[in-house]
Nanobody, 120 residues
Framework: QVQLVESGGGSVQPGGPLRLSCEAS????????MGWYRQAPGKKPELVAT???????DYPASVKGRFTISRDNAKNTGYLQMNSLKPEDTAVYYC??????????????WGQGTQVTVSS
């Protein structure tokens, strides 16, 4: 069984940075693509960053240039560096591992979520 534990959420002022971490148990982390989803109240989950097992990254337009996803396979840990944060980035953020495609929210492993609040 794989467990994902997120950390690093909190409150930040607009324009500020925040870094999320996601530590995985087990031995699959290095082989699986990883993604970060977020869900704001009353909205559908949004995939905000993906990284392949080899380090290829992708982002939607809403966060491109502001968010950076990375991974350290030796530490079984993934990261989401968020800069220039906006109030609309406020959400619960989840890390996600999937055997093949992180765009499929079924069949993978989820973290417990961490709250990010951007407010002045």
């Amino acid at each position: 069984q794989v467990q994902l534990v997120e950390s690093g959420g909190g409150s930040v002022q607009p324009g500020g940075p925040l870094r999320l971490s996601c530590e995985a148990s087990g031995r699959i982390f290095s082989r699986y693509p990883m993604g970060w989803y977020r869900q704001a109240p009353g909205k559908k989950p949004e995939l905000v960053a993906t990284i392949s097992s080899s380090g290829i990254t992708d982002y939607p337009a809403s966060v491109k240039g502001r968010f950076t996803i990375s991974r350290d396979n030796a530490k079984n840990t993934g990261y989401l560096q968020m800069n220039s944060l906006k109030p609309e980035d406020t959400a619960v953020y989840y890390c996600y591992l999937h055997p093949s495609v992180v765009h499929d929210p079924v069949g993978g492993y989820w973290g417990q979520g961490t709250q990010v609040t951007v407010s002045s």
